[in-house]
């Protein structure tokens, strides 16, 4: 059986663009791992940071460990360049481990969506860098980004 399309589907004008980053935003600050990768074409391929990953359930297992590990997880995307089915992203987002050490992790995403607007394809770099919990910048309550909470480019991140 065939999977429902997840719109918006490719090819990408501007506005669908910057839809689809936003949704993947909030998926990923309600840290859900089973809704995240219903996102992801069952035979989905990653290559996050240093992992390499592929399907569903390997997406699943992996989110779960990674919001295991980083916890307070908060998230901010921005789009940075659409062609066709595929979309580049950058990204920052705020965390502790079990020992209380706030990091703020910067990263770049690429992203090929099939023709179901289901994505096949995400490659990630990521770079951590220790802060201090005066130093965080994104303190809005668990879930999605508030609309009126500022992006990257006006945090100057």
Do not use: C
Request: no cysteine; glycine share 6%.
């Amino acid at each position: 059986m065939a999977e429902a399309p997840r719109p918006p589907l490719p090819p990408f004008d501007i506005t669908a663009a910057h839809q689809k980053v936003r949704m993947a935003e909030d998926a990923w600050n309600a840290r859900d791992p089973q809704r995240v990768s219903l996102a992801y074409t069952p035979d989905s391929v990653w290559r996050n940071r240093a992992e390499f990953v592929q399907g569903r359930e390997a997406i699943q297992r992996f989110l779960e460990r990674k919001w295991s590990r980083e916890l307070e997880y908060r998230l901010i995307k921005e789009l940075w360049a659409h062609d066709g089915n595929r979309i580049a992203v950058r990204f920052a987002y705020e965390w502790h481990d079990d020992s209380g050490q706030w990091f703020r992790s910067y990263g770049n995403e690429n992203w090929e969506f099939d023709e179901g607007g289901y994505m096949r394809r995400r490659i990630a770099s990521i770079n951590d860098l220790p802060i201090t919990e005066a130093d965080r910048k994104y303190r809005w309550p668990a879930g999605p980004r508030p609309a009126d909470h500022p992006g990257l480019s006006e945090l100057g991140l």
